[in-house]
């Protein structure tokens, strides 16, 4: 048996496991997205302005605003019983921030726009509660996970990303105009221990340290739309 008649037969096995593993994989999915337990949330709100001042001496600082603007996101969730849910969420928000900064004694102050994305990773933990009829279910919780940014410098080109740990709350109320969709009402705040300051600046000129960090904290108010699915 030559070479070429000993690979076949493995690299068809390969084939057909991963036929098999997709198969499973989509079987399961659909079985579990088929269960009335489970609701799709589509998010949309306003996100308001929040200022952070990271300042080591007084030639080294960086302090600014992250502007307000979209924060857009979905999310599954799964309700074991009326009264809570576990949800998967990923939230986005783009943003300038204009800032002023300064880190070497022999330089002038520095102004400029940086283009900043983030992108939130949150496992949401709700208590739920329906009023009436049932037409209106309040809702709220923690909110617990990472945020994943990107800093853009304009003037240089330059990029830096990093992760962080991200914890925040929500309220809200959904709104039932159907059996299967509601109209979300929402309030949420979330916050980072050091989203700004940091690394994202040291790829400006070099490896430039600030000890301080500035905690992020990012308003919401908005709302969406759920749906429920299966029977």
Do not use: C
């Not at 208590?127 to 923690?142: D, I, N, Q, W």
Request: net charge positive; glycine share 12%; proline share 3%.
């Amino acid at each position: 048996m030559n070479q070429t008649d000993r690979v076949i037969p493995k690299l068809k096995l390969v084939i057909m496991k991963k036929i098999v593993f997709i198969f499973l994989f989509l079987a399961m999915t659909t079985t579990i997205l088929a269960q009335s337990k489970f609701r799709l949330n589509a998010y949309g709100s306003y996100v308001f302005d929040d200022g952070f001042d990271v300042y080591n001496d007084a030639n080294t600082y960086y302090y600014g605003k992250i502007k307000g603007g979209l924060q857009w996101g979905g999310g599954i969730e799964y309700t074991p019983t009326d009264y809570g849910s576990i949800e998967l969420l990923y939230l986005n928000k783009s943003s300038d921030v204009p800032a002023s900064f300064k880190f070497v004694a022999t330089d002038p102050q520095r102004n400029e726009t940086f283009k900043l994305s983030h992108n939130y990773i949150l496992a949401g933990f709700n208590g739920l509660k329906k009023f009436g009829t049932g037409k209106a279910e309040g809702y709220g919780g923690a909110l617990l996970g990472v945020l994943i940014s990107n800093l853009e410098s304009p003037s240089t080109g330059k990029s830096d990303s990093k992760t962080d740990f991200t914890w925040g709350a929500r309220m809200g109320t959904n709104i039932w105009v159907s059996e299967k969709i509601a109209i979300k009402l929402q309030a949420l705040v979330l916050s980072s221990s050091k989203a700004t300051g940091g690394g994202y600046y040291w790829s400006y000129w070099g490896p430039v340290y600030l000890n301080e960090y500035s905690t992020m904290w990012q308003f919401g108010l908005g709302g969406g739309l759920s749906f429920k699915l299966g029977k």
